[in-house]
Each structure stands twice: as structure tokens, then as C-alpha cells.
């Protein structure tokens, strides 16, 4: 609720189109009813795209066509390697463990090809947060060249977001911190794709009294539906801004967007 929120009032303050799109290309980690209950929890909000709402699921020939584009300029490459070899390789060679050492940079010998990775230079990928500040990483020695289509043959968030953004005109990224180290490897392919880069703005989690972030995984209770505007009040005071009284989600919406405004000093 916190980042829907957040991006829905970040939009709203910049006088901008807020957007609704369903990431749907992971089908193994998906319940079927996931995305549709999704939508129906953001309409009990009375919050609404701007848009049609894109389904990346109908966007796979745009995916397959930025992989051929970036193949023919020599900026991806087939791999082999199962994770056994990979996890074997970075302890010997000293690398944090997920890391890519580059195996299969100058061929894969011969084995047939598993994975479609990107090739990443050395070097640091530096950006300004609008929430966190300024965060910078070395791809290369921290992730390695990384995957862009997997081996079960779906494509990579990375890459699929990344067109996705372009395709949108997507200009204000509004999301969790756990995403934060994502986006290096998202500026680099929109840097290798010819595209714009995005501003960003990485929220903090909601988290259980342990520290774990909540979600489905850690049994975190649903939002009630029911009760919109509490949840809106919850998060709203999650995301570090006082409660204010108010009698109806549109009331609620009016008057964030203005603190949202003010204390982020957007110009709109």
C-alpha cells in the first residue's frame, strides 16, 4: 500500500500521468489470481491508470526484439552455465556468491547456450535518489554480467522493465528500497538501448517487528479492503508525513497531494 501510494501521489504532485502495469512474465512464482486481486485491492482505493493498463505478457516481441538489438551490438551473450558451476566458480575465484565471473564472456565452448546475459564494462553506476540520495555501484564486481533472458526461457524484470519504461514514457520511478540495487543494471541497459533515464525514488519498506519486509512470503495480513481509508492513513503515516483528519479518500488524495508537493518541492 505504501508504494502504491507513494507513486500514485508522486504523480498526482508532478501533474503527471500515473500509470498501472501488470508485471505478469514469471508465471512459476505467480498464482494465476495474483494480478487480478492486485487491481481489485488498487480500485477498492478508488485510485485509477491514467492508461489502458499494459500487461507485460502481451509484450514479448518487444523483449525478444531489445535482446536481438543488443546481440547485434555485441552487448549480450549466450551462457551455458548451471548454478552449480556458477556458485563454484565465485568461490574460487574470490566473488561475492551470485556474482557472474564472466565464463562464458568468450563462448560457451561448444554446450549449448542456457541463458542470454548482458555484458557489463567496469566501473561505477552512480544516480541520485529522490528518497535514499545518492547510491552507486560497480555492476561488474558486484553482479557480473547479468541475465537478461533466463534459462527456463522467460525473460529477465531487468530487461522487461527497462522497455517497458520506454515504451511508457515513463520520466518518475516510484518503489521499494529492496529495488534500489536494481536499478544500476536497469541504467545500463537503457544507457545500451538508447533510452532515457528515469528519476527515481526508492521508499522505505513497511517491515514485521523482526525487520523482514512484509509480504506474502512472510505472512503479512492483507490489506482490508474494507477499511481504505485507514490503510491510506497507515501508510501515509509510514511514509513519515503527520495524520491530518479527513472524511473520504477523496479528501484524503487532495490534501497529501499538496504535503507531497510541499515537501518534496515539486515545481507543477
Not at 512459476?28 to 485510485?47: C, G, N, V
Amino acid at each position: 500500500m505504501a508504494c502504491l501510494l507513494a507513486s500514485y501521489l508522486d504523480a498526482k504532485a508532478h501533474r503527471g500521468t500515473w500509470i498501472i502495469r501488470v508485471e505478469d512474465i514469471d508465471p512459476p512464482r505467480e498464482p494465476a489470481w495474483a494480478a487480478e486481486d492486485q487491481l481489485e485491492t488498487i480500485e477498492a482505493f478508488k485510485l485509477h491508470s491514467d492508461r489502458p493498463i499494459l500487461r507485460q505478457s502481451t509484450r514479448i516481441e518487444a523483449y525478444q526484439q531489445a535482446l536481438n538489438f543488443l546481440i547485434g551490438k555485441g552487448l549480450a551473450y549466450g551462457c551455458a552455465c548451471t548454478r552449480k558451476r556458477i556458485e563454484a566458480a565465485c568461490l574460487a575465484a574470490g566473488l561475492p556468491q551470485g556474482a557472474y565471473p564472466g565464463t562464458c564472456r568468450h563462448g560457451t565452448g561448444g554446450a549449448p547456450i542456457r541463458a542470454w546475459r548482458f555484458l557489463v564494462d567496469d566501473g561505477f553506476i552512480s544516480f541520485n535518489d529522490r528518497w535514499q540520495g545518492t547510491f552507486k555501484q560497480n555492476v561488474l564486481r558486484e553482479i557480473g554480467d547479468f541475465v537478461i533472458r533466463r534459462a527456463d526461457g522467460l525473460w529477465a524484470y531487468q530487461l522487461a522493465v527497462v522497455v517497458d519504461d520506454g515504451f511508457q514514457g515513463v520520466t518518475h520511478v516510484v518503489r521499494g528500497a529492496d529495488l534500489i540495487d536494481n536499478t544500476p543494471r536497469q541504467i545500463l541497459l537503457q544507457i545500451a538501448l538508447g533510452l532515457t533515464t528515469p528519476g527515481y525514488m526508492h521508499i522505505p519498506l513497511v517491515l514485521d517487528k523482526k525487520g523482514n519486509k512484509l509480504s506474502k512470503q512472510t505472512l503479512a495480513p492483507a490489506i482490508d479492503r474494507s477499511k481504505p481509508e485507514e490503510e491510506a492513513a497507515r501508510a501515509w503515516t509510514h511514509l513519515g508525513f503527520k495524520p491530518f483528519a479527513f472524511d473520504t479518500l477523496d479528501e484524503f488524495y487532495s490534501e497529501a497531494v499538496k504535503r507531497w508537493r510541499t515537501r518534496f518541492q515539486i515545481k507543477a
